[in-house]
């Protein structure tokens, strides 16, 4: 039986269909194939690794720490490697920074409304606004609040 590697890769000799997988050339072929598939499976080994840990390799900073990255190939080893390094944060410290930036925006609305004025919308304060403009205004100035309020008016029916 004859088993013929011909990759063009590794030889750009022309290979004789009879000669042997076991001649040197045909050894030598074999090896190197063997050879390119090996590192391609480490690479892919890798990779898939990084992809498990939920690292990012398209980002630069993550790019740069897949390069660097030396240890274990293990989703949990390459994932606690990239949080002792800095590169990604803990759940607590994301939670963190979340919380943090919900109480900056609260703080931020806070001072723009500072300077609104709180308008008591209760139908005690109503009826008090009623009574106010009809002393100040008399019964004109008191329809014109009933209509403010959404009060509908009998003769404008």
Do not use: C, H, W
Not at 6 to 27: F, H, I, M, N
Not at 50 to 63: C, L, V, Y
Not at 123 to 151: K, N, T, W
């Amino acid at each position: 039986m004859s088993i013929n590697y011909a990759d063009e890769d590794y030889d750009t000799d022309e290979v004789d269909e009879s000669e042997a997988s076991e001649s040197p050339r045909g050894l030598r072929r074999a090896a190197n194939k063997g050879k390119k598939l090996e590192s391609e499976n480490q690479q892919l080994k890798r990779e898939l690794a990084f992809f498990k840990a939920g690292i990012d390799t398209d980002d630069p900073r993550m790019k740069y720490f897949a390069k660097g990255y030396e240890g274990e190939l293990t989703a949990d080893a390459v994932r606690q490697a990239a949080m002792e390094a800095g590169f990604i944060q803990t759940q607590s410290a994301a939670q963190n920074a979340q919380n943090q930036e919900i109480a900056s925006a609260q703080q931020r609305v806070l001072t723009a409304s500072a300077g609104a004025i709180y308008e008591d919308s209760s139908e005690d304060a109503a009826f008090s606004r009623l009574e106010q403009a009809m002393e100040e205004g008399g019964v004109d100035a008191m329809m014109e609040v009933a209509r403010q309020y959404g009060i509908p008016i009998a003769t404008e029916q």
